[in-house]
Structures are given as structure tokens and as C-alpha cells.
């Protein structure tokens, strides 16, 4: 936005952290950062075109809502190195993007969209879909479209929307041209994982520094690119790159899942994923952890975790290491003790762990 009133420099800031403060003892500079436009904090008769405004940005569009009530609404938008990930919270509204308005300006961008609540309709290139948190659509802002986000009720719609330029995304015109206002399942196979991924950034920003940004770009291109490629049959159109990371992030997502399976081990995750376990470890070559550094650690967090739940305080400490897949006490002691460099015992009664993450 240009040539901001001061009500609009008050309702549009870096959030969620002021200047000068720390969180887990980082400084805010080092903390994901994020555009927040609240419309409660600007008058009531202007907070609608404020607002849209604000969220059509380069891309002129006409919207439209009920203006006999105050409009409430609050946009985020984060953006990852040129891929900018949005997320929505406003009342009903119908928006309509034409061949004029296009020609006034394009900002050549794909967009995948996630309600969150409610539910949204799209019409583009003589394709019609309706979705809601169970289902993305895609659309291009180079091509005439219509929407309607419809809230149930008098509540609020909220959405997740990723915006990723033309150029980012390596399909053909010819593969995605197929896609548009398509119905792709966010609850299933690749969906469910770039759904999982967004809904962490978005609720989460504070839990990335800012350099992260370029790298969680990249994981969110890469997760689209493969849950777009499922749907247009290109999977192997993909860059070997490309597929490798979405494999390693599949793995990584599987053994989340399964931590609480004793016989959780590398030879499983490769067989779950249908690879050798040759190749399994080659995914994870250049990372900072083996398959099975990364299960321990995760297993030894968890069990960390609720160590200091006050609800599980009157559990024993064996019961909670089975829980999450160690079987044998002994072993679970030493590889907490080698860990976090405090046994278990003296951690759930208090003490601090010399070290933070599970070697």
C-alpha cells in the first residue's frame, strides 16, 4: 500500500513482536517476520477498502460484501523468499478478476488455496469447483476468474492461500492449464502433508528465524510441485531435486506418525516408502542426522516433553520411554542421560538439561 494514513500505519505492522524484544532469548530481527493487517484497528466506515486494498496488492480484482455491517477481517501474509503465504480471516464475500483488470496489471501468479473455515467456490478457464478444509483449488491471476468464500452462518470464513510466481513453478503451461479450479484432497497422500506444512508456518511463524525464509520457500514449492504433478499425472516431469526433498519430507512425516512403534527402524521406513535402504539413507546424506538419529530425537523430545506435563506427573518414568518406543529402561536412561547430559529423573524433578536437541 502506498501513502498510508496514520489509522492504516497503525492497522498494518511486523508482528507478532515489538522492537527490542526476545523470545527464548532471540532477538526479534531473528524471528520469521510477518504483515498483519487488522481492520478492527481502523475506523468502521473504512475498514472494507482499506482491507482490500491491502490484500489485492498488484493484482486489481473487484470484491464485493455486505456493507451494512462493520467489516472485520484480518489478513497475514509471509513471505518466503518470493513465495508469499497468506492467511485470511473475513466475513462472506464474492471476488471477480477480469481480462481489463488483468491488463491493467498482473503480477503472474499461481495461487493454491486452503479454506480453513467455510467454504469457497472458483470459476476459471470453464472450470468450477467447491471446496472446503478438506480440499485445495488452484488458479492463475493471469486468467479471468470468479470466487465466492462463503462464511457459515454469521461467522467468519478463514483461508490459506500460497502465491507462487509463474516462473517458480516448473510444470508445463499444458499440465497446469489442467489444474485450474481443480478439487485436490488436502486429507490424503501429498495434500494432506503441504496442508500439514502450511497450517505450522501460519500458526507458527514464531517458531522459524528469518533466515529460514529462502529454505521454507523452497519445502512449500516443492510440496506443491509434487501434490500438483500427482494430479496432472507429471510426477516424473519433476526435477530429481524436487522429488528427493518431498520423498525425505514423506519419510520425515511418517516417522512423526509412527514414533510410538517400537519396531520403528530405518528398515521400516524404507519399506513403508517402497525404497531400498540404501537409498533411504542416501535421501539423508547431506542432512545433519542419520534416519535413526532422527527417530531417537524425536522420541527422546517426546519423552522429554511429558516428563514435565504436570498431568502425567504420578506416571512412571518407564512407562512414559514405552510410550513413545524404547522398551528397555536401561537404554532409555543412558540415551537421555547422553542427550539432554541430566538423567531423566533429575529433569522431570526440575533440573535443566546442559544440552538442548538429542545428539
Known amino acids: 500500500m502506498t501513502g498510508r494514513s496514520p489509522d492504516d500505519r497503525r492497522a498494518v505492522g511486523e508482528l507478532p513482536y515489538h522492537a527490542g524484544s526476545t523470545v527464548d532469548g532471540r532477538r526479534e530481527e531473528a ?25 489485492v496488492g498488484a493484482g486489481p480484482a473487484s470484491i464485493w460484501t455486505d456493507r451494512s455491517v462493520p467489516f472485520d477481517a484480518v489478513a497475514q501474509l509471509i513471505d518466503l523468499d518470493g513465495v508469499h503465504l497468506t492467511s485470511f480471516r473475513y466475513p462472506t464475500l464474492r471476488t471477480r478478476r477480469t481480462a481489463r483488470q488483468i491488463r491493467q496489471a498482473d503480477p503472474e501468479m499461481f495461487q493454491l488455496a486452503l479454506p480453513i473455515a467455510g467454504f469457497s467456490a472458483i470459476s476459471q478457464a470453464r472450470n468450477e469447483s467447491t471446496i472446503d478444509r478438506t480440499a485445495f483449488t488452484f488458479f492463475d491471476t493471469s486468467r479471468p476468474y470468479e470466487a465466492e468464500h462463503r462464511a457459515p452462518d454469521t461467522a467468519y470464513t478463514s483461508t490459506i492461500c500460497l502465491h507462487i510466481p509463474h516462473a517458480r513453478l516448473p510444470l508445463s503451461p499444458d499440465r497446469v492449464n489442467r489444474l485450474l479450479a481443480a478439487v485436490m484432497p488436502a486429507e490424503q497422500g501429498m495434500g494432506r502433508l503441504l496442508a500439514q506444512f502450511l497450517k505450522q508456518v501460519v500458526t507458527h511463524p514464531e517458531q522459524y528465524a528469518s533466515a529460514e525464509a529462502p529454505r521454507l520457500g523452497e519445502v512449500a514449492l516443492d510440496l506443491v510441485c509434487a501434490t500438483l504433478a500427482r494430479h496432472a499425472d507429471a510426477a516424473t516431469c519433476l526435477p530429481p531435486e524436487t522429488r528427493e526433498q518431498v520423498t525425505r519430507l514423506q519419510v520425515t512425516e511418517f516417522i ?104
Open 31 to 55: 524471528i520469521l517476520p510477518r504483515q498483519v493487517f487488522d481492520t478492527q484497528l481502523v475506523p468502521a466506515a473504512d475498514r472494507f477498502d482499506r482491507w482490500a486494498d491491502f490484500v
Open 256 to 359: 512423526e506418525r509412527h514414533l510410538a512403534q517400537p519396531d520403528l527402524d530405518p528398515e521400516t521406513v524404507a519399506r513403508a516408502h517402497h525404497v531400498s535402504l540404501r537409498t533411504l539413507h542416501r535421501l539423508f546424506a547431506d542432512g545433519d542426522e542419520t534416519v535413526a538419529g532422527l527417530i531417537r530425537r524425536r522420541r527422546l523430545e517426546r519423552c522429554r516433553r511429558d516428563l514435565r506435563n504436570p498431568v502425567l506427573r504420578d506416571q512412571p518414568i518407564h512407562v512414559i520411554a514405552a510410550r513413545w518406543g524404547f522398551r528397555d529402561p536401561a537404554h532409555f536412561s543412558r540415551a537421555f542421560r547422553a542427550a539432554y547430559g541430566v538423567p531423566a529423573r533429575d529433569y522431570r524433578a526440575g533440573g535443566s538439561p546442559t544440552t538442548g536437541r538429542p545428539g
